[in-house]
């Protein structure tokens, strides 16, 4: 039997009755846009965030852009990120006007390295933000990142796409920034039935912009007080999210014991990607690596066994870089990891039979 790299059915067999219970309802109401479905969504994932305010959208990319409008980022204005990220996060910066400047990420942990950012923040001017990544699950450094933002008045958004429920030092993913952005779309840890996302904040002004901003920068009907967008969450969705939310936690400590299995399991060839210390991780994926990466995902393959690259090309070195005329950089430890990282198949479900085949053919392939 095949062992893909993630199987939601499971997940959603286990709550299927509920999901077609909500979304009923939803139906039953014919109000499609907009409706209680979302503040209730909005209220709950605040709660679970431990912040003050949640607020839906349509996807983790607008939540990035929103964000980076709501803080007026824009033209003639710098951001500093990653390039070891799924392309959404460069992408935002780029939309709004901005300037993306791109450091390197930590050779063990393979998110952003917070000395070369305060380096870099050291020797680069007009930077209004910096967008730190949690990338795998993983959180940044925050306290560091705060205290650099700090220093140079640059505002901090937590892309935090991956890392529903992950702590730092005690405090939730999100918690640490000005915003932070999420992106349910149905492979993420709390992921929906398409694509939805959220920001969240703790400070009432961003969250009234970022609301105006999701549906056309309007105050009341016909009232505009700005030129937003439509990016409102879809209330099938925020209703299919209210359902999983309570089985989120659960879910992640699924992941970590999981990820504690392959830890222990795994032949010490193979390189661990390293938590940050103090951080609890949640997996949205278990990446190993290897300088011979081919050849092992290929024995996988061989074995029915599913394996993901995350990420094969960094977002410097995408076609979509240079056609934009940005100046080439090197980020050396980014360009390895991209060479050398493979993603194991990680879901709360997934059985130690499937995961003892998963560690044989691994361990056979490395001799
Ligand atoms: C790190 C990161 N940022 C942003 C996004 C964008 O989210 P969405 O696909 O919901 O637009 C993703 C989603 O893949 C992501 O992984």
Redesign the pocket.
Known sequence: MKIPLLDLKLQHASLAPRIEEAIAKVLASTSFVGGPPIAEFERAFATYCETRHAIGCG??????EMALHALGVGKGDRVVTVSH??I??VE?IVNVGAEPVLVDVDPQTLVMDTNALAETMAKVDGVRAIIP???YGNMVAMDRVVEIGRRHGAAIIE?A??AHGARYRGKRAGTFGDLA?F???PG?NLGALG???ALITSDDELARRVSALRDHGRREKYVHDSFGRNSRLDPLQAAVLSVKLPALDGWNAGRRAVAARYDQALPPSLTRVATTPECEHVYHQYVVRHSRREALREALAAAQIDSGVHYPVPVHLQPAWRAHGFPEVSLPHTERACEEVFSLPIFPELNSEQQGRIVRVLSDALG
């Open positions: 996807n983790g990319t607008d939540a990035l990220t799924f959404a996060t935002a990544v949690h990338v892309d796409a991956q952005t992106s349910f779309f993420k694509d939805a996302g």
